[in-house]
């Protein structure tokens, strides 16, 4: 299966085989900027211009949960290879680091000095790298911490 989104505020997933459409996600208030599914397959994380990021199960479409923090337009998403935290970029200039589990925000990264543009994870080493419309590039190394939101 594939996904897709746009400014129609769904997302949409596809049998890769037959492009037949096999399901319709809605949720969002805003257009999806950015879709991201787990390495372990079970979820589809979504981010938009409402300012959320969404967790979907896959096997039945189901929202299992809404993450707040961002104060603008979330424009990327990403998911570590362990399949246990998302990232989240925003025009707000953060970087948000949440639980996928419980849907707590464990870290906020903010090196940029404008829009998080791009996120990615890599396959070891629990390294993230940014890109901001600051014109940088920013590399980041974390550590799924398993705690409760930070106040």
């Known amino acids: ?8 505020n769904k997302i949409k997933i596809w049998n890769v085989n037959n492009f037949q459409l096999l399901k ?3 949720g969002h208030k805003n257009a999806v900027r950015s879709i ?5 397959g079970k979820y589809l994380v979504s981010g938009s211009w ?3 990021v969404k967790i979907w199960e896959l096997t039945s479409g189901k929202l299992i949960n809404t993450l707040e923090g ?3 337009r979330v424009v990327t998403v990403a998911v570590s290879q362990d399949s246990r935290t998302i990232f989240s970029g925003s025009i707000d200039k953060s970087i948000k680091i949440w639980n996928i589990e419980n849907g707590k925000l464990i870290d906020t990264l903010d090196r940029h ?5 791009a996120l990615a994870s890599s396959l070891q080493d629990n390294l993230l ?3 901001g419309k600051d014109r940088s ?3 980041w190394q974390y550590k799924y911490i398993d705690r409760e939101s930070r106040d």
């Open 24 to 26: 319709s996600l809605t």
């Open 137 to 139: 590039i920013e590399l």
């Open 50 to 52: 409402d300012k959320t």
């Open 70 to 72: 961002h104060t603008n």
């Open 113 to 117: 000095s404008n829009w998080i543009l």
């Open 1 to 8: 299966m594939f996904a897709s989104s746009g400014g129609d």
């Open 36 to 40: 991201a599914f787990t390495p372990d």
């Open 129 to 131: 790298v940014s890109g």
